[in-house]
């Protein structure tokens, strides 16, 4: 997902205006209804600052409603996609408010970036990534749900010709010492009356009732659970038509023309288009359009097609690792000389292949167009300023005419953050195609989505490091070879500096360890392989190669891997104190039963700090399982524990699947994975168990959808040398345990 350095974005991407028709009317639609909301552009959350500012006058936009009926209608600028976001946005509306959580629901909003911009990334643009939301949502909720309760305490007070201080709130009540009480509902008219109080205290932790309450159950548990969660693959529209892709065959590769004669004959097929991404086939219903699918015949133009294999690839970029770098992302002393004098030197090459998202809901989106002009289009907007206009411009009209309904979805990972609109972008196109004469759902299959591109890049890592004669680690150095997320995109020019994009080196060039000589070099590919941001980003292979490279340097040093890591942190410091508490958890000090190993491993990401030993077994044929799993993690303020330690847990899982067994290969430019069957993400029987200890904090929270998993894959690996005297280098460990 998207690295924490896009807060170096300082202008907006797109210059669309923003439209407050939907708030306003949301509003207004309520009746007797309370809106809420403040201008907070490209601020940072304040630390617990007790009294924060409130915009003066009345809001152009809501971050909550309050209906006569006392249900808390939460408008989140932050996209859901399993993570929790609505959850931990909830709770600190319903902490400052004192609301009922029964009576809590939240709606993804969009359409405004002055009111939804993320302000983890400046404010600049509306975004989900990066393990943002909490960050970005810290204080602007809490300031909606404290300036919602002084506004209903007014109107109460007001009513009840009582002063306001003697009210008070707690799940959904005013209540006065006099005996008089009221849920919200009664009030929320007159409240929505008053003007917004400029200045609205918030509670001291102390007083909280919800943040960091382990017992406080997720709002949307039930639905899940029952299967009446509503997701785009569940849109039904009056007259909807379902339209299925044809991709080229090849990345690069172009509709040449195409025969859609046999197609049309199926049954229920209504038409067969072209789209700028390649052959939509529409059609009644999902069946229709893949019988039609099968029967139509494309001729494509492979002209400028990558047509080489990921093996091709991988041997190009081991070629250029031993080079000299294109750039420099890190120089701390001086490398060369230190390596020079170094009593000992080790070198070591690490391959990292392709990988897919392989979220649980494919792909889909869903576009109509009403007699008004206004379009409307339902999909996992993630990016929803960027698919807002890209989609205005597709239809031909204006930004502030596409109105988006934001879909919880079915997984993400960095999936449907994309910069071209990707499948939102083909919904609109096969709608005009038709010319808008009925919705139109464009529904991926999975072997569209593991076979239509963008995945993790490949990289390869050339790394070397020196010992001086008393095992102290003096110099370290890392070559990058791969592919730029951010080339060629919106956001290179306020990213990419100096030949670095960040979000290849993140967790390379900010190690923790006190190395007084560094340099991280880093060579960017021109390869045709569309690729994009994975769950950890630049972490998901500069934290394997930092933490496992590391281990392979303690050996040589003869110290324990924890030590050694201590040896060369701060005491106080985040990572020293997580490290401590996971190896204390761990009993690190303490041996194993007989046929168990550990491994350790730390990870800085989004601005948390994840430690984590692993455990694992070997079978008489040298198979690998992962035990157990203890984790360490500062993110801050734990504002829902529970899904702290849930996004750990995912996040070990995550990280797990990937670093045991997959990988996206090609042959001669054609990715061979279409399936769960081939691709294989982390089997329910070979989950291990995971213990999650948050680190105590008072700051503001940071991260947590993403810094669980880059350390997992080292503290396997590391436990796997313990185990079979095996350093691997070639992922997935699989492919390495196999070598």
Known sequence: MLPKMMQRLAQPVLDAKPTRRRFLLGAAAAGTGLAVGFHLP?????????????????????????????KVTILSSQFEMGQGAYNGIATLVAEELGADWDAIEVQGAAGNVKLYGNLAFGGAFQGTGGSTSMASSWERYRLAGAAAREMLIAAAAAEWKVKPEEIRIAKGILSHPSGKSSGFGPFAAKAATLPVPEKVALKAPK???????????RFDSARKANGTERYTIDVKLPGMLTAVMIHPPYFGAKVKSFDATAAKAVKGVVDVVSTPRGVAVVAQHMWAALKGRDAVTVTWDESGAEKRGSDAIIASYKDIAGKAPQAVARKDGDTEKAFASAAKVLEATYEFPYLAHAALEPLNAVARMNADGTLEIWGGHQFPDVYQAIAAGIAGTTPDKVHLHVMKSGGSFGRRAVFDADVIAEAVAVAKAIGFKAPVKVQWTRENDMQGGRYRPAYVHKVKAGLDKDGKL??????IVGQSIMKGTAFEKGMVVGGVDPTSVEGANNLPYAIPNQTIGLTTTEVGVPILWWRSVGSTHTSYVGEAFL????????????????????????????????????????PLPAGRFRGVALAESFGTVVAEIAEISVDPRGGVKVERVVAAVDCGT????????????????????A???????????????????????????????????????????????EPGVPPIGPAVANAIFKALGKRIHVLPLSKGLSA
């Open 42 to 70: 490209g601020k940072r959350a304040a630390a617990n600052s007790g009294v924060a500012p409130a915009a003066a006058g009345q809001p152009f936009a809501a971050y909550l409603t309050i209906g006569a009926d006392g």
């Open 207 to 217: 007083d909280w009732q919800f943040i960091g309450k382990s017992d406080l159950k």
């Open 474 to 479: 003096i110099a370290w150095a890392d070559h």
């Open 659 to 705: 670093i045991m067994d997959e990988a996206i290969t090609l042959a001669n430019g054609q990715v061979e994975q279409s399936n769960y069957d081939a691709y294989r993400p982390l089997r329910i029987d070979a989950m291990p168990k995971v213990e999650v200890h948050i680190v105590p904090s008072t700051n503001p929270p940071s991260g947590i959808g």
């Open 551 to 590: 281990d392979e340097v303690a050996a040589a040093a003869g110290k324990d891997p924890v030590a050694f890591r201590q040896s060369m942190l701060e005491p106080t410091s985040r990572h020293a104190v997580t490290l401590k508490l996971a190896a204390e958890k761990a009993a690190w000090d303490q």
């Open 638 to 657: 734990a504002i829902n524990p529970d899904q702290v330690k849930a996004q750990v847990e995912g996040g070990v899982g995550f990280g797990l699947g």
